[in-house]
């Protein structure tokens, strides 16, 4: 056994965005001294964040946004000193098909589409469902008693189906590729049940509530997403960079148990997989290899995970011949069970007009570059169409542009990505699954979880949360020597 007289060793097992925030997080408190081990299973790092070469430049076939209201990453661009990088949407607005039309997504007046007024919903829902939405303060005061409910069940009872089908349903489908009717209310809007806990019971009036105020005359509302120029991938290579630490790809860890002192990993080939003794582990894996690394040491955590569904997608990466007439939109959602003039139902759940969305992937390149378009496929549960070829969904996904937009020319370049159980689904009781894995992690020293089935899906929640829990997993370290052993085959 080799010892050393350097600081902790710490590994983390996950190289996406959450992982590499964490081992980041771990150096800057940890110091130079500290060891740590990145371990990937994959052969890249970045995990749902990919940039592709892709007509004529780095395209983000993964994410490709994230929130510059919350402060985390924006924050992190900061300290990484990659700012330079950061660019807004142009003013171009997403617009959502629904009832056989296409329309403007409301600018404002809504939480992710729950009215705070009838105003904000006029020109998305029919005559009856705005009545609907006039009457719902009427309605017998709704009471959580510190529960949870299924929030598309509760709009339903609230304000009818129509608004859940046409506006809430497609916009947390493009977030979370789930259904409104599967997802927990606490979980994915938090800050609107403490608002109808705290208010009269009406969910219109608690969403009225949380509206920012209106723009005085000549006052520009402030952006709500961010990108980097040259694709979020950017942030992943600072990150490595800083974070300063060993990485191994492809490399799944296949057991995770209590060492002698501290934890013992073992990952690689089956057969004969290394093992690493280290001081500290934080986990930023999907919840199926949570469940599975944390079944002997963290039993009732692993039973946790279990709860935790995932969905998987599809993103379809078009590039179209200069001059096609893309709307002037930043794109458009899809509510499930829109059909084409034809009676066919669309494949897509979303598309994103990503030249008329972001300047440098429109206006600001050169006027012979393509045009640049991602078609998003995939619900929870939509298996047979996760299934087919990219034969079959590239030509899926051109056939329901065309339907949106006439554009039929064929594409100069096209590419499918596929994201195997990408997104973890914030179901009813997702808190409280959340809780009960911090619950038992917290009882082991040494050992902390992150990642996208906590605090939120998006880039600014998994900074957010890695931040934390590296945090929290370096002051349980000291700077004494480590006893842990090296790496061994």
Same mark, same amino acid.
């Given at each position: 056994?080799t010892?050393t007289?350097?600081?902790?060793?710490?590994?983390?097992?996950?190289?996406?965005?959450?992982?590499?925030?964490?081992?980041?997080?771990?150096?800057?408190?940890?110091?130079?001294?500290?060891?740590?081990?990145?371990?990937?299973?994959?052969?890249?790092?970045?995990?749902?964040?990919?940039?592709?070469?892709?007509?004529?430049?780095?395209?983000?076939?993964?994410?490709?946004?994230?929130?510059?209201?919350?402060?985390?990453?924006?924050?992190?661009?900061?300290?990484?000193?990659?700012?330079?990088?950061?660019?807004?949407?142009?003013?171009?607005?997403?617009?959502?098909?629904?009832?056989?039309?296409?329309?403007?997504?409301?600018?404002?007046?809504?939480?992710?589409?729950?009215?705070?007024?009838?105003?904000?919903?006029?020109?998305?829902?029919?005559?009856?469902?705005?009545?609907?939405?006039?009457?719902?303060?009427?309605?017998?005061?709704?009471?959580?008693?510190?529960?949870?409910?299924?929030?598309?069940?509760?709009?339903?009872?609230?304000?009818?189906?129509?608004?859940?089908?046409?506006? %809430? +349903?497609?916009? @947390?489908?493009? *977030?979370?590729?789930?259904? #409104?009717? &599967? $997802?927990?209310?606490? !979980?994915?809007?938090? =800050?609107?049940?403490?608002?109808?806990?705290?208010?009269?019971?009406?969910?219109?009036?608690?969403?009225?509530?949380?509206?920012?105020?209106?723009?005085?005359?000549?006052?520009?509302?402030?952006?709500?997403?961010?990108?980097?120029?040259?694709?979020?991938i950017?942030?992943?290579?600072?990150?490595?960079?800083?974070?300063?630490?060993?990485v191994?790809?492809?490399?799944?860890?296949?057991?995770?148990?209590?060492?002698?002192?501290?934890?013992?990993?073992?990952?690689?080939?089956?057969?004969?997989?290394?093992?690493?003794? %280290? +001081?500290?582990? @934080?986990?930023? *894996?999907?919840?199926?290899? #949570?469940? &599975? $690394?944390?079944?002997? !040491?963290?039993?009732? =955590?692993?039973?946790?995970?279990?709860?935790?569904?995932?969905?998987?997608?599809?993103?379809?990466?078009?590039?179209?011949?200069?001059?096609?007439?893309?709307?002037?939109?930043?794109?458009?959602?899809?509510?499930?069970?829109?059909?084409?003039?034809?009676?066919?139902?669309?494949?897509?759940?979303?598309?994103?007009?990503?030249?008329?969305?972001w300047?440098?992937l429109?206006?600001?390149?050169?006027?012979?570059?393509?045009?640049?378009?991602?078609g998003?496929?995939?619900?929870?549960?939509?298996?047979?169409?996760?299934?087919? +070829?990219?034969?079959?969904?590239?030509?899926?996904?051109?056939?329901?542009?065309?339907?949106?937009?006439?554009?039929?020319?064929?594409?100069?370049?096209?590419?499918?990505?596929?994201?195997?159980?990408?997104?973890?689904?914030?179901?009813?009781?997702?808190?409280?699954?959340?809780?009960?894995?911090?619950?038992?992690?917290?009882?082991?020293?040494?050992?902390?979880?992150?990642?996208a089935?906590f605090d939120?899906?998006?880039?600014?929640?998994?900074?957010?949360?890695?931040?934390?829990?590296?945090?929290?997993?370096?002051?349980?370290?000291?700077?004494?020597?480590?006893?842990?052993?090296?790496?061994?085959?």
């Open positions: 056994m010892r007289t350097l600081g902790p060793h710490v590994a983390v097992v996950g190289g996406g965005v959450s992982g590499l925030t964490a081992a980041y997080e771990l150096r800057r408190l940890l110091g130079r001294s500290a060891r740590i081990t990145v371990l990937e299973q994959s052969r890249r790092l970045g995990g749902k964040l990919a940039t592709a070469q892709f007509g004529g430049g780095a395209f983000d076939v993964g994410a490709e946004a994230f929130l510059v209201r919350r402060p985390e990453v924006v924050q992190l661009l900061t300290e990484l000193g990659a700012t330079d990088d950061l660019v807004n949407p142009t003013s171009a607005g997403p617009t959502v098909r629904a009832g056989g039309r296409t329309v403007a997504l409301p600018a404002a007046g809504t939480v992710q589409g729950v009215p705070g007024s009838v105003e904000s919903v006029r020109h998305v829902l029919s005559p009856q469902a705005l009545a609907r939405v006039a009457g719902e303060p009427d309605a017998p005061p709704l009471r959580l008693d510190g529960g949870d409910v299924s929030l598309g069940e509760m709009l339903r009872a609230r304000f009818g189906s129509e608004l859940t089908d046409r506006l %809430v +349903d497609p916009m @947390l489908g493009g *977030v979370y590729a789930g259904s #409104a009717d &599967r $997802l927990g209310l606490r !979980a994915t809007m938090p =800050a609107l049940a403490k608002a109808i806990e705290d208010g009269d019971g009406s969910v219109l009036h608690a969403a009225a509530g949380l509206l920012p105020p209106a723009p005085q005359p000549g006052q520009v509302r402030p952006p709500v997403f961010g990108t980097l120029r040259g694709g979020l950017r942030l992943i290579d600072r990150l490595a960079e800083a974070a300063g630490a060993t191994r790809l492809g490399l799944p860890v296949h057991a995770l148990t209590r060492g002698d002192v501290g934890w013992r990993l073992a990952f690689g080939a089956v057969p004969s997989p290394e093992l690493l003794e %280290v +001081d500290a582990v @934080l986990l930023a *894996v999907p919840p199926p290899a #949570a469940r &599975r $690394l944390l079944s002997v !040491a963290a039993p009732a =955590a692993s039973a946790a995970y279990g709860a935790i569904d995932v969905a998987s997608t599809v993103v379809v990466s078009l590039a179209l011949p200069p001059g096609s007439s893309l709307p002037d939109a930043s794109g458009v959602l899809i509510a499930k069970g829109e059909r084409h003039d034809d009676g066919t139902p669309f494949t897509a759940k979303a598309f994103t007009f990503s030249s008329r969305k300047e440098h429109g206006a600001g390149r050169e006027s012979s570059a393509p045009l640049l378009v991602r998003s496929i995939g619900r929870f549960g939509e298996i047979e169409t996760m299934q087919r +070829d990219d034969e079959e969904l590239i030509a899926s996904v051109r056939a329901d542009l065309a339907e949106l937009t006439g554009i039929r020319a064929d594409p100069v370049e096209s590419l499918v990505t596929r994201w195997g159980g990408a997104l973890p689904q914030y179901g009813v009781g997702h808190v409280e699954v959340v809780r009960r894995i911090r619950a038992e992690v917290a009882c082991l020293a040494g050992l902390e979880v992150a990642g089935s939120g899906i998006g880039l600014a929640a998994c900074v957010g949360g890695a931040r934390s829990a590296a945090a929290a997993l370096a002051s349980g370290l000291t700077s004494a020597p480590s006893p842990a052993e090296a790496v061994r085959g």
